[in-house]
């Protein structure tokens, strides 16, 4: 018997794995009351915006995957909101910067995670808006013992607080000090904006789905608008060194609506491998996975070996420089080019038995890459790591973990699956709006601010993000939801973790708890946009003779602690039985699954 931190987690029921225990108890805590898995999602959504504060918030945003009982097919639930209408790169050279700053106001998109989890709840949930929100404004109103992560995270930005953001200083360095591990912590601010949503809805009478659209115009025209277009023209100190004014305004807020779209598929090894589109990160996991078919070697599936790694890491270089070159919202992505099996051929000739350290994207159809000036050889920037508010709050490229992002998925006993990875909004960000209880996020620092890109700043463009679920079918059925905080390494994370559990086997807790790698030889999605080529990240649990062969492939390996990379979480059900099943991550010590 295989030893693992914690069980693979199976039942009939229901299962719910997230980041954050409280969260994970909460939806649990929905199925039994008759809730299905939306409901479910939808409560630890707003749970996880009250208890990982520091990791994402009702600023932020969140894409999902969903598939129904009713209908299998995987559905993209987009809440990532978009450039605000005067967000431009004329705007920003004004400014005289060259790249958008990693905090501040002025680095905010549109809030897109509230609207996307009502939405969520409208079209497939069944239990009412004051049901589903009631353990958030709890926690958010009466206290919940806070993780050390959080303190520690004020505590990094605590000269900023005090000296430039005093309405983040007034909620968060209360008697004049950080919280600590454990202290009972509330935010009243926060829970009396979500009981006004609840009112909002209640105001438009008995009808579920009636409760649930004024609870929606309520933000998006209403009060929490308001609040947002007056604190949005306030200017604050932001990683340019310099106080500036935001851009997002009450009619931005107005004009967005959640959506939902197709996703991009994979069909491999028998399954269909389901991720948000090309406007996000999420296909780099599939050009990995069909890169890694076309080299034909069963060897390149396995990643406790160096030669598994290195091809990997290799196929995931190439993958990430397409995504720099030709992912973006709005853009014309040659989408089923970068996925076509010949375009897998070409790319897998790429790989040889020596790391790379260049950017080479492809040519997909012929057609000419274009990267931004900013990660041409020679100009790519070093990390800056004395800037905790800059950037995704992730894990560092030597393994310290300043934070991540959430993630949470859901299945139920009827066949309802969900994977959400919400983030953004998190209380470094940006300061405090008073009213709210809440900041708003920074995902524009994810745009070039340089015309003809395929991530170019443009307004009502989405940011093409690094959040990334994932969800596998197979026959049609779904059969996987997971996913993992971490910026650039969501992918990264989820691909050994995949090819552990539908290639080699083993258990969701097994293949979560394994020693863990990633890559930093790619341009990074946040501020200040630096790369580190060919170096790898390497959890130290590796054994030494694996280590030295990976050396001798050339890659500069930099070892981390023996259990620092990643937060993933997983349910998987199998359609023949209904058995489910449920793993967590125990990095961090806050993931937890529970179901029955």
Same mark, same amino acid.
């Given at each position: 018997?295989?030893?693992?931190?914690?069980?693979?987690?199976?039942?009939?029921?229901?299962?719910?794995?997230?980041?954050?225990?409280?969260?994970?108890?909460?939806?649990?805590?929905?199925?039994?009351?008759?809730?299905?898995?939306?409901?479910?999602?939808?409560?630890?959504?707003?749970?996880?915006?009250?208890?990982?504060?520091?990791?994402?918030?009702?600023?932020?945003?969140?894409?999902?995957?969903?598939?129904?009982?009713?209908?299998?097919?995987?559905?993209?639930?987009?809440?990532?909101?978009?450039?605000?209408?005067?967000?431009?790169? /004329?705007?920003?050279?004004?400014?005289?910067?060259? *790249?958008?700053?990693?905090?501040?106001?002025?680095?905010?998109?549109?809030?897109?995670?509230?609207?996307?989890?009502?939405?969520?709840?409208?079209?497939?949930?069944?239990?009412?808006?004051?049901?589903?929100?009631?353990?958030?404004?709890?926690?958010?109103?009466?206290?919940?013992? &806070?993780?050390?992560?959080?303190?520690?995270?004020?505590?990094?930005?605590?000269?900023?607080?005090?000296?430039?953001?005093?309405?983040?200083?007034?909620?968060?360095?209360?008697?004049?000090?950080?919280?600590?591990?454990?202290?009972?912590?509330?935010?009243?601010?926060?829970?009396?904006?979500?009981?006004?949503?609840?009112?909002?809805?209640?105001? /438009?009478?008995?009808?579920?789905?009636?409760?649930?659209?004024?609870?929606?115009?309520?933000?998006?025209?209403?009060?929490?608008?308001? $609040?947002?277009?007056?604190?949005?023209?306030?200017?604050?100190?932001?990683?340019?060194?310099?106080?500036?004014?935001?851009?997002?305004?009450?009619?931005?807020?107005?004009?967005?609506?959640?959506?939902?779209?197709?996703?991009?598929?994979?069909?491999?090894?028998?399954?269909?491998?389901?991720?948000?589109?090309?406007?996000?990160?999420?296909?780099?996991? &599939?050009?990995?996975?069909?890169?890694?078919?076309?080299?034909?070697?069963?060897?390149?599936?396995?990643?406790?070996?160096? $030669?598994?790694?290195?091809?990997?890491?290799?196929?995931?270089?190439?993958?990430?420089?397409?995504?720099?070159?030709?992912?973006?919202?709005?853009?014309?992505?040659?989408?089923?080019?970068?996925?076509?099996?010949?375009?897998?051929?070409?790319?897998?000739?790429?790989?040889?038995?020596?790391?790379?350290?260049?950017?080479?994207?492809?040519?997909?159809?012929?057609?000419?890459?274009?990267?931004? /000036?900013?990660?041409?050889?020679?100009?790519?920037?070093?990390?800056?790591?004395?800037?905790?508010?800059?950037?995704?709050?992730?894990?560092?490229?030597?393994?310290?973990?300043?934070?991540?992002?959430?993630?949470?998925?859901?299945?139920?006993?009827?066949?309802?699956?969900?994977?959400?990875?919400?983030?953004?909004?998190?209380?470094?960000?940006?300061?405090?709006?008073?009213?709210?209880?809440?900041?708003?996020?920074?995902?524009?620092?994810?745009?070039?601010?340089?015309?003809?890109?395929?991530?170019?700043?443009?307004?009502?463009?989405?940011?093409?993000?690094?959040?990334?679920?994932?969800?596998?079918?197979?026959?049609?059925?779904?059969?996987?939801?997971?996913?993992?905080?971490?910026?650039?390494?969501?992918?990264?994370?989820?691909?050994?973790?995949?090819?552990?559990?539908?290639?080699?086997?083993?258990? &969701?807790?097994?293949?979560?708890?394994?020693?863990?790698?990633?890559?930093?030889? *790619?341009?990074?999605?946040?501020?200040?946009? $630096?790369?580190?080529?060919?170096? &790898?990240?390497?959890?130290?649990?590796?054994?030494?003779?694996?280590?030295?062969?990976?050396? $001798?492939?050339?890659?500069?390996?930099?070892?981390?602690?023996?259990?620092?990379?990643?937060?993933?979480?997983?349910?998987?059900?199998?359609?023949?039985?209904?058995?489910?099943?449920?793993?967590?991550?125990?990095?961090?010590?806050?993931?937890? /699954?529970?179901?029955?």
């Amino acid at each position: 018997m295989t030893f693992t931190t914690r069980p693979t987690l199976q039942g009939t029921f229901g299962m719910v794995s997230s980041t954050h225990w409280l969260a994970s108890q909460a939806a649990m805590g929905i199925l039994e009351r008759g809730g299905n898995a939306f409901d479910a999602a939808v409560t630890a959504g707003f749970v996880l915006h009250v208890v990982e504060p520091h990791l994402n918030g009702p600023g932020g945003e969140v894409p999902a995957i969903v598939a129904t009982a009713q209908d299998p097919t995987p559905k993209v639930l987009c809440g990532q909101g978009p450039a605000p209408a005067g967000a431009t790169i /004329a705007h920003f050279r004004s400014l005289g910067m060259d *790249l958008i700053p990693g905090s501040g106001p002025l680095a905010a998109a549109v809030p897109g995670a509230v609207d996307a989890w009502l939405l969520l709840l409208r079209d497939h949930g069944t239990l009412s808006l004051d049901e589903v929100l009631e353990p958030a404004i709890g926690y958010a109103g009466a206290g919940h013992p &806070l993780v050390g992560r959080v303190g520690d995270t004020v505590a990094a930005v605590r000269s900023l607080f005090e000296e430039h953001w005093p309405t983040s200083a007034q909620l968060w360095l209360r008697d004049g000090r950080p919280p600590t591990a454990g202290e009972l912590f509330a935010n009243p601010a926060y829970a009396r904006t979500l009981r006004k949503l609840v009112q909002a809805g209640q105001a /438009a009478g008995a009808d579920r789905e009636a409760q649930i659209e004024a609870a929606r115009r309520a933000w998006s025209t209403g009060f929490v608008a308001e $609040a947002i277009d007056r604190f949005s023209r306030r200017p604050f100190q932001d990683s340019s060194g310099s106080p500036h004014a935001g851009l997002v305004t009450g009619a931005d807020l107005a004009a967005y609506s959640a959506t939902w779209e197709e996703p991009a598929t994979l069909d491999w090894h028998g399954y269909s491998v389901a991720k948000t589109g090309f406007w996000g990160q999420g296909p780099v996991l &599939l050009e990995t996975l069909s890169v890694l078919d076309a080299l034909d070697d069963a060897g390149a599936y396995d990643p406790s070996t160096a $030669a598994g790694i290195h091809a990997q890491v290799e196929a995931l270089k190439l993958a990430f420089a397409d995504r720099e070159a030709w992912y973006g919202d709005g853009a014309d992505v040659p989408a089923k080019a970068l996925l076509s099996r010949e375009y897998a051929r070409e790319r897998a000739a790429r790989i040889g038995a020596r790391a790379s350290a260049e950017l080479r994207p492809g040519r997909p159809d012929a057609a000419e890459p274009h990267l931004p /000036a900013h990660v041409r050889p020679g100009a790519v920037r070093r990390a800056d790591p004395a800037d905790p508010t800059t950037g995704e709050p992730t894990v560092q490229s030597d393994g310290v973990t300043r934070g991540d992002t959430c993630h949470v998925d859901v299945v139920d006993r009827w066949g309802n699956m969900i994977s959400a990875t919400p983030s953004g909004g998190w209380l470094q960000s940006s300061p405090t709006i008073p009213e709210l209880g809440f900041p708003l996020g920074s995902r524009l620092q994810m745009f070039w601010l340089e015309e003809g890109l395929a991530s170019s700043l443009a307004p009502g463009r989405r940011p093409r993000t690094t959040l990334s679920p994932t969800m596998v079918h197979r026959d049609g059925e779904p059969v996987l939801a997971c996913g993992t905080p971490g910026g650039d390494q969501q992918d990264q994370w989820q691909l050994p973790f995949l090819l552990r559990h539908l290639v080699g086997g083993q258990s &969701l807790q097994e293949a979560i708890d394994a020693p863990a790698w990633h890559t930093v030889s *790619l341009p990074g999605s946040f501020y200040p946009r $630096a790369m580190e080529p060919g170096v &790898l990240v390497v959890e130290d649990r590796y054994d030494e003779d694996v280590l030295a062969a990976l050396r $001798a492939y050339g890659h500069e390996v930099r070892l981390s602690d023996a259990w620092s990379l990643g937060r993933l979480c997983a349910v998987t059900r199998d359609p023949a039985t209904g058995v489910l099943a449920a793993g967590a991550n125990p990095r961090g010590m806050q993931g937890y /699954a529970c179901g029955r």
